[in-house]
């Protein structure tokens, strides 16, 4: 009798450890199609944030950038006019809530930017000796850097140092230090962070002579023992240029160097620009007028399906090439908060980014969704 009951419970055990085998897996839960999780496994998207993103007064806006993003970087708070306005005066209060925001959405925090001629602090220009200056830009460097030691995950170290041709820009860095400054500044931001990710960012550097002047000039600074990590290729392009060729060698040819390639500053003009404008300079500035503002009223489908194109192809090259990419990042989340709205002809409407002015998806961003979705599915079959 004893043995039967044995027997017995032998068997239930089984039937249960059977039972509990065939019961199906409970799935888990798909994640929400966005940028950010659709992109995770190829680089980092980014955007850049101003102060009324930061400070999440928009539950829209907010919403957007927590979720559709991985990466932030700081559109202006942390350039020098604002960060450091006076010789010994600092101004952190934004920049902290900008670090804040990316540390609460689990984000990748990039700093723009330590060395940069323009929106420079004024107090600056009243250094006359040269030793003088350079020592008040070691410790500006420094102490910024020191602040965010740990926090920050990358630093645009140089900004848009080099001229059209490739050659170093006449600004007050190199009239009072010399092309030192450019060395001696990558060399004080790793002393201070020796994990934090150094860059080199500029516009126009798919231009074959401007991309071999940044490429001589990392090589020189990488020569001399000091880090850099990146380059950043300021990705404010139009419908039809650069072309997309000169955007694939752009990045293989920078990636030859050993550093990481970003695409920063991403997007894409849809209106004609002045025949004079050079570059990205900020200085420039042109009188609107009808022929440069055509879409007052609202983009063309037409235009919007070629808006939508170009991106494709943008991506279609970043995604060809994701393991030489380490970050994508847009310009701004909306076109109503565009910078190209200003430049170079101010009070125009551009459209030019992801997100309409009402902070609805665009064309644009389910052709990209899209796009990488499809490069998935081929992949795994």
Same mark, same amino acid.
């Given at each position: 009798?004893?043995?039967?009951?044995?027997?017995?419970?032998?068997?239930?055990?089984?039937?249960?450890a059977i039972s509990c085998n065939n019961k199906p897996k409970e799935e888990e839960p798909t994640k929400p199609k966005t940028l950010r999780n659709v992109y995770e496994d190829a680089f980092y998207i980014g955007t850049a944030l101003n102060r009324f993103q930061i400070e999440e007064s928009d539950s829209v806006m907010a919403s957007i950038v927590g979720n559709e993003f991985s990466s932030i970087t700081a559109e202006n708070m942390m350039k020098s006019m604002n960060i450091h306005p006076a010789?010994?005066?600092?101004?952190?209060?934004?920049?902290d809530k900008f670090v804040a925001l990316g540390e609460k959405y689990n984000m990748f925090i990039h700093g723009h930017t330590l060395i940069w001629h323009s929106q420079l602090s004024r107090w600056f220009y009243g250094i006359e000796d040269s030793t003088e200056f350079a020592t008040a830009v070691e410790s500006h460097v420094k102490d910024i850097v020191e602040r965010y030691k740990g926090k920050i995950d990358s630093w645009d170290v140089v900004n848009e140092a080099l001229n059209e041709d490739g050659t170093l820009r006449k600004s007050i860095f190199l009239n009072k230090m010399g092309e030192d400054y450019l060395a001696l500044a990558f060399k004080w931001t790793s002393e201070i962070d020796p994990n934090v990710d150094l860059y080199?960012?500029?516009?126009?550097?798919?231009?074959?002579s401007k991309r071999a002047g940044a490429i001589r000039m990392v090589k020189n600074i990488?020569?001399?023992?000091?880090k850099v990590d990146g380059i950043g290729m300021q990705g404010h392009w139009?419908? !039809? *240029?650069?072309?997309?060729?000169e955007i694939e060698q752009s990045i293989l040819d920078y990636a030859a160097l050993g550093v990481k390639v970003a695409i920063t500053e991403?997007?894409?003009?849809?209106?004609?620009n002045p025949e004079d404008l050079e570059g990205a300079e900020i200085s420039q500035n042109f009188e609107n007028s009808e022929l440069l503002n055509p879409y007052t009223e609202g983009l063309p489908d037409?235009?919007?399906?070629?808006?939508? !194109? *170009?991106?494709?192809?943008?991506?279609?090259?970043?995604l060809k090439h994701k393991d030489k990419i380490s970050r994508v990042t847009f310009w701004g989340v909306s076109d109503g908060q565009s910078w190209l709205n200003g430049f170079p002809v101010r009070g125009r409407t551009n459209y030019p980014l992801l997100f309409d002015r009402g902070l609805k998806p665009k064309a644009a961003y389910d052709t990209?969704?899209?796009?990488?979705?499809r490069l998935d599915k081929e992949l795994a079959n």
């Open positions: 009798m004893k043995l039967i009951k044995q027997s017995l419970l032998v068997a239930i055990l089984l039937l249960v010789k010994d005066t600092f101004n952190f209060e934004l920049a080199y960012n500029d516009y126009n550097m798919t231009k074959p990488m020569d001399q023992g000091i139009h419908l !039809n *240029r650069p072309s997309l060729e991403l997007d894409v003009s849809v209106l004609p037409s235009i919007q399906v070629k808006l939508a !194109n *170009r991106y494709k192809d943008i991506f279609n090259i970043f990209i969704i899209a796009l990488k979705e």
